[in-house]
């Protein structure tokens, strides 16, 4: 081969590798654009924001214990209801601690406004502070006056227990019963003094401190339900006049059907006019307060014998001071219930006539709580005619004995 031949041939081939170097640099470089937007280019959402380090760990210590979790979310329905359970039955044991400590309180409050009065402690409290509080069914108060010897003379010979069954009442049955009186307007008086010797021989008072006067008997039942919640722990408080017939077993029995009701008022519900004569009997100097002339009162229990709970006798301890006092004791009472979830219940066995009515009832198997005369609020010349009415229409001393609260 000549050198000429050879040159030619080296040319060509010198020609051939300079294209395919520029072609590969060419692709090589498009090679490497392509691989490096693929690397550094992130893509980013438009609803997504980057998140610094110190973002993320708050993120991620919201979503393990301050966030609400996804996990177990989705609860059993019993388990749900056993919750609920738990709960209602928390509320009502706070409910019941609450009205525990507002009684303690009333007491605490009864006990030393009476020694801030100057008035002396009465036996029954004495008793009380020194020993702990028992759980009786009910407190009975008979309202009775300074002038009313005979009329206590003739409860204590018929319906009321004396001496060691009295007290025999008390531990077995729980069941108190005391004469309900205040003081004289001259403390210390004649009609005190004749109130203490009483006291020293039957041992039944529960006195109050409180001005005795038939005006004054709206602020009497006040603090007798005050006195009375302060002195004994007791399911009802019961209210009696000294001129009605009581039959105290069949009394329990009706009381204990209510027992698991928290709030009630038991009596005889009755709607009188409010009368506004000045001059006749049961006028109402606020009888404006009742609507136009001729309007009657909202329901109340009669004033002759009546009971309410524990709650509600707590209750007036605790307000007594702003509950307002009309001139009729019961219309009095039915006023402070107004407004609250209390229960009426009217029960006509309360308000039984003396013989033949009660006397018919008892013998068709309805034996009366209470009898008495309503021309005479009570029965007509009761410390005479008690006696008959209590042959004809009590229960029977068995029955008391027997019954079982």
């Known amino acids: 081969m000549s050198l000429k031949s050879r040159g030619e041939q080296n040319s060509s081939k010198s020609v051939i590798s300079q294209k395919w170097t520029l072609f590969l640099c060419l692709f090589c470089f498009c090679a490497g654009m392509l691989f490096t937007n693929r690397m550094w280019t992130v893509p980013e959402s438009k609803g997504i924001t980057r998140t610094t380090a110190m973002e993320a760990e708050k993120l991620k210590l919201v979503s393990e214990g301050c966030g609400i979790r996804t996990k177990n979310v989705r609860r059993d329905s019993k388990d749900l209801i056993g919750e609920v359970y738990k709960t209602h039955n928390a509320i009502q044991t706070l409910d019941k601690t609450i009205s525990n400590l507002e009684m303690e309180l009333a007491a605490a409050r ?17 008793k009380t502070e020194s020993s702990g509080k028992r759980r009786y069914l009910m407190v009975v108060g008979i309202n009775t006056a300074f002038s009313s ?6 409860v204590r010979g018929t319906w009321m227990p004396q001496g060691e069954k009295r007290k025999k009442l008390e531990e077995e049955k729980g069941i108190i019963i005391r004469f309900v009186i205040g003081h004289s307007a001259t403390l210390g008086g004649i009609l005190d003094r004749a109130i203490e010797a009483e ?9 109050l ?19 009375a919640v302060a002195l004994w722990d007791a399911d ?6 000294d001129d009605v017939h009581v039959n105290i077993a069949t009394l329990g029995e009706t009381l204990v059907r209510h027992r698991k009701k928290p709030r009630v008022y038991i009596g005889c519900m009755k709607s009188g006019p409010v009368l506004n004569q000045k001059g006749v009997r049961y006028h109402e100097p606020e009888y404006w307060k009742f609507g136009e002339a001729g309007n009657k009162y909202f329901r109340h229990a009669t004033g002759q014998l009546y009971a309410i709970s524990k709650d509600l006798a707590t209750y007036i301890s605790i307000n007594q001071h702003v509950l307002h006092k009309y001139a009729n004791e019961d219309v009095s009472l039915g006023s402070w219930f107004i407004g609250l979830d209390a229960e009426h219940i009217d029960d006509r066995r309360l308000c039984c006539g003396t013989p033949p009515d009660c006397e018919w009832k008892a013998q068709a198997g309805n034996i009366c709580v209470a009898s008495f005369d309503w021309t005479c609020s009570g029965i007509c010349r009761s410390a005479d005619r008690i006696k008959e009415v209590h042959r004809r229409c009590g ?7 027997s019954a079982t609260f």
């Open 395 to 401: 229960e029977g001393e068995k029955a008391l004995w």
């Open 110 to 126: 009864a006990a030393q406004e009476s020694m801030l009065s100057g008035s002396p402690l009465s036996e029954d409290l004495k």
């Open 236 to 241: 009802f408080y019961v209210k009696v006049d």
């Open 209 to 227: 401190d409180h001005v005795e006067g038939y005006l004054e008997l709206s602020a009497k039942t006040k603090i007798y339900f005050a006195t």
């Open 199 to 207: 006291d020293r021989k039957h041992g039944d008072f529960l006195r």
């Open 149 to 154: 010897r005979k009329r206590r003379d003739s």
